[in-house]
């Protein structure tokens, strides 16, 4: 099993940044594709951002060139540094692990709905305007 804890959320005014962090524990974790969803009252899920166990890294269009995603197997740990936020990003922002050879935002996104991933309890961020 893996277990996956978020932390790093806050509150910022539009344009600000926040890192996001994801302790898992399991020592199969680095072999799992990991990323980070979201979920907005009232909105679907979205996926943010994935990376595979080759550290390729894939991300929703809405946050290229402004979120970047990272692992440190060795701290057994995700990131998702958030920079130039926007108010309609506030949400609650979710670590998952998804043991498929398919790494993607999409796989992502799917992890409550699937028998082979975790995820975390998740991790407010909201933008004020």
């Known amino acids: 099993q893996v277990q996956l804890v978020e932390s790093g959320g806050g509150s910022v005014q539009a344009g600000g940044s926040l890192r996001l962090s994801c302790a898992a524990s399991?020592?199969?974790?680095?072999?799992?594709?990991m990323g980070w969803f979201r979920q907005a009252p009232g909105k679907e899920r979205e996926g943010v951002a994935s990376?595979?166990?080759?550290?390729?890294?894939r991300y929703a269009d809405s946050v290229k060139g402004r979120f970047t995603i990272s692992k440190d197997n060795a701290k057994n740990t995700l990131y998702l540094q958030m920079n130039s936020l926007k108010p309609e990003e506030t949400a609650m922002y979710y670590c998952?692990?998804?043991?498929?050879?398919?790494?993607?935002?999409?796989?992502?996104?799917?992890?409550?709905?699937?028998?082979?991933?975790?995820w975390g309890r998740g991790t407010q961020v909201t933008v004020s305007s």
């Open positions: 998952a692990a998804v043991l498929s050879r398919s790494c993607s935002v999409v796989v992502v996104v799917t992890a409550p709905h699937r028998d082979d991933a975790y």
């Open positions: 990376i595979d166990s080759d550290g390729i890294t």
């Open positions: 399991g020592d199969t974790y680095s072999s799992y594709c």
